[in-house]
């Protein structure tokens, strides 16, 4: 694995596969170099420990009318479910599921609170959403909530410009065989050298040189796709460093927490026909995808500061929060009937750091240092670079590939 090449591409997830893709099909000498033992980072389907497939981390084809996914999946035969939902709709709160008139004015508030935060955003006000959604009101926590799955933070630290600059068809269609699954379906004829993480990049000189447990790679150009939070927590380690201005963007631009807890159950305890979103709002508000069946798995979502602290409790805790509340909406007896857990922890992968990325209030311009070229030769790719589809894979998929465009650009103007 050591030599010489034209783009050396740290990282295999969504964006470092489509990086390499492009550089194969232009016929350029590349490497992939992965630190985990598996491509697709973030994009990562168990097929083994349920009955049916288990996204850990990205699971919804989000703006799917423009998503480039979308005709992958057609093309490498993964179904997926072309349905419009509401968020809020099976909403268990105070001891009861809401009645359809309480889910309506629940919506209706969810609504209000994006649209406060985005309308503050568009009208150029970098602040926290925070100071623009009320804190009070029956549906309070809900907002709340729902702000911080769509960010992975709290909303005291989403920045309303950053959250406008979102732009969301409203289609979002989950990947029935698993949307990690199909990213390194696509992905497959790229080659990857595993279990090599990249320590250093030194650009002193000419090119660039990388150190690896398995050697050193020398390339004319990088392009470096590993999250912010491993760049930001000094876990990738530039020499010399990057300029002031792109550390200042990669602290601000952090990941936040988003995790899930999958459980298996022996026997249909929830009554659904068809894949259902459960909300119960308690203590610890957590959202359901009800996968139905003969042996249901209910995947409960938790994000920002609730998730925070339960992951701050240990390691079962995250599990037990899930569990406790799937009780609550559907009676204690259903625990009788769970059987294998599966939790995440994004936030505590070294290689990951987090979910997605958000922009810390008045930092949304950040983001847009990305996309420079550091000395001609330091390209970066990943969900964050993008400014109008962050936090997705396809974000991700669309700047590997721009990465690799300007990469083979580089190399053709200096001959």
Known sequence: MPGTFDVAVVGAGAAGL????????????FVVLEAAARTGGRA??????????????CHWLHSAKTNPFVPIADQLGFPYRTTHVRLVRNLWHAGRFADPAELDAAQ??????????RDAGEAGHDVAARDVVAPDGPWGALSRHWLSLMTASPPERISTRD????HDT???WPVL???????RKHGAAVPVTLQCPVHRIDWSGEGVSLDTPQG??????VIVTVPTAVISEGRLVFSP???PELDEAFASLTLGVAEKVAIAFDRDVFGFTERTGVTVLGPDPVSFQILPGPRPLAVGHMAGDYASRRLADGPLALEEAVLDALKAAFGTAIAAHAGTRRATNWAGDPLIGGAYSCALPGCAHLRARLRDVVGGRIHFAGEAVRAHDFSTCHGAHLSGIEAARRALAGMAAAL
């Open 108 to 117: 209706e508030e969810v609504d209000a609170a994006f649209d406060a935060v």
């Open 163 to 166: 959250f406008a600059a979102y």
């Open 44 to 57: 990562y389907t168990d097929t083994e420990s349920f009955d049916q497939p288990f996204d850990l981390g």
């Open 170 to 172: 409203e289609d979002n």
């Open 18 to 29: 489509a990086a390499g893709l492009t550089l194969q099909a232009a016929g350029a000498r």
């Open 177 to 183: 065989a698993g949307y990690g699954a199909l990213v």
């Open 216 to 221: 050193r790679v020398t390339a004319r150009s």
């Open 241 to 243: 460093r990057l300029p």
